[in-house]
């Protein structure tokens, strides 16, 4: 259920930093960095408007459910936070009355797209799959790449914002696999693709996603008289942007604040973007830097089990080192069955045994695909539970015992007592179609940050659910002391086993 939070410590102090020149906020999972962005926000709001300036403030996210959760928690958001005692005097009624937004969909107001414009993901790979099919064959086998190997590395070059050949032959592609190295040669027809791409896009009168930020830097920079809209903004999940975005927030709030508080955590970044701050003339170094370690939402099983996955990445350079803060809690569960219906059966019996138990019903149902989603929510609405769609920015009643389904990757940002990750099979999770080779360590690496931060959003208790003849490595990759085994109730056998692997 949605409430009420009372900020301390390291959150508090956050509130209190200069509301002038950017800070940035890392963040562990767990540790409230979203909560802290939002009283940060009513905090400059009850001291930042003045008799002649009212503060206009913004807060930015990169996926539309994060942005829609927010709204839903942001009338519980009290300000009259002291700097010197633990007393609080709010100035404005509870509730925050700003701008909550994710970026493509104020692109797309600001850039003026239009509904019929944008490429959806399916058009890229037909569009780029003409083109492989269209062009010569050179020294290089890089066509016989798939589409979606295209496809990212157009993202990417788009993201970083090249302008010539020279500029993307000169750039450093780090993350691949070993037996993935793009060479130079390689490069040469990568770009050509690229091109025909953007011309095929012009042809038809069509833009991608990746567009939208490079057309708002275009009207921003071509306009003599801009003036930025903003006099705070405030980004959570920030490691999702790539330097393009990052960019055209940077110019939207005003030269006389440069007040940009930046939320971050490189442990949860789940797309394949990236960029440093240097690339986008943001100075967060030294004491513009806070970091927050210590987990209050997981219990200390789960934040254990979640952080030995994340052991497994080789660069761990960007990440904040993890305190857990609660203790007590239960191991969590990973199940081996036969096959998906058996999954269903399991979660519907566990679902039940906790509707019995939870007053506070919080829990959701997720999967790495939406066909996935899809046949969880109508197996669950066929058996008599009440189930909402986390999608987009589709409302959600949070304060329901409804079960939430969502695809893992739109969980960012969000919180639940229980949460249930369905079909963690090989073949579903690392993603089959994100793979550009089969050692594509980039991909392996996102899939697994990408697991770990929908294990992160369980309070109480998370269940782990697979197929026996094919789980995914991940499962594996998790210490087995933190683990316990489901047992199918058609095995006659005690609840907890050793696990097989």
């Not at 190997?149 to 696999?177: D, M």
């Not at 567009?211 to 306009?223: H, M, Q, R, T």
Request: glycine share 4%; proline share 4%; charged share 25%.
């Amino acid at each position: 259920m949605l409430k009420k939070i009372t900020l301390t410590g390291e959150q508090k102090k956050v509130l209190f930093l200069p509301p002038t020149n950017p800070i940035q906020v890392k963040g562990v999972a767990g540790s409230g960095k979203t909560t802290v962005a939002l009283y940060r926000a009513k905090h400059l709001l009850e001291t930042q408007n003045t008799l002649f300036k009212e503060a206009n403030i913004v807060i930015f996210t990169f996926n539309k459910t994060l942005a829609a959760y927010i709204r839903a928690i942001s009338p519980y958001i009290n300000g009259g936070y002291q700097k010197e005692s633990d007393e609080i005097k709010p100035k404005t009624p509870e509730g925050l009355n700003v701008t909550i937004v994710n970026f493509h969909s104020w692109a797309f107001r600001f850039a003026n797209i239009g509904l019929d414009r944008t490429v959806m993901q399916w058009e890229q790979l037909e569009i780029i799959s003409y083109i492989k099919n269209m062009m010569t064959p050179s020294t290089s086998n890089i066509l016989n790449k798939s589409p979606e190997f295209f496809q990212e590395e157009i993202s990417w070059i788009k993201g970083k914002l090249f302008k010539t050949k020279t500029e993307y032959l000169e750039a450093k592609r780090t993350g691949r696999g070993t037996s993935d190295r793009v060479t130079g040669i390689d490069k040469e027809v990568i770009w050509a693709v690229y091109l025909k791409y953007n011309q095929e896009l012009k042809k038809r009168g069509k833009v991608d996603f990746d567009d939208y930020a490079i057309l708002c830097l275009s009207k921003i920079e071509n306009n003599p008289i801009w003036k930025p809209p903003f006099t705070h903004i405030i980004i959570d999940e920030a490691q999702d942007l790539n330097k393009a975005q990052i960019l055209v927030i940077s110019k939207l709030v005003s030269p006389e604040t440069e007040s940009i508080t930046i939320i971050a955590d490189a442990a949860q970044r789940i797309f394949k973007s990236g960029f440093t701050w240097s690339e986008v003339g943001i100075n967060v170094r030294g004491g513009r830097t806070i970091e927050f370690k210590k987990n209050y939402r997981n219990s200390i099983h789960v934040a254990r089990a979640a952080l030995s996955l994340l052991e497994k990445e080789k660069d761990k350079s960007e990440f904040t080192n993890v305190e857990t803060a609660l203790t007590g809690g239960e191991k969590p569960k990973v199940g081996f069955f036969d096959d998906f219906d058996e999954q269903l059966s399991y979660l519907n019996e566990e679902l039940l045994k906790l509707r019995d138990q939870d007053k506070d019903y919080s829990t959701i149902v997720l999967h790495r695909t939406n066909r996935g989603v899809k046949r969880i929510q109508d197996f669950l609405n066929s058996n008599g539970h009440s189930t909402e769609l986390v999608k987009s920015n589709r409302p959600v009643n949070y304060n329901s015992n409804s079960i939430k389904v969502c695809t893992m990757s739109s969980i960012k940002g969000l919180e639940f007592n229980n949460v249930f990750i369905m079909d963690l099979n090989d073949d579903v999770i690392p993603y089959p179609p994100g793979f550009n080779d089969k050692d594509d360590e980039f991909h392996i690496s996102t899939e697994r940050r990408l697991l770990y931060t929908c294990m992160t959003r369980a309070k109480n208790e998370l269940f782990l659910v697979c197929n026996s003849s094919n789980p995914s490595r991940y499962i594996s990759e998790i210490d087995i002391g933190l683990l316990n085994k489901i047992t199918p109730s058609y095995e006659k056998n005690d609840d907890v086993m050793d696990l097989p692997f």
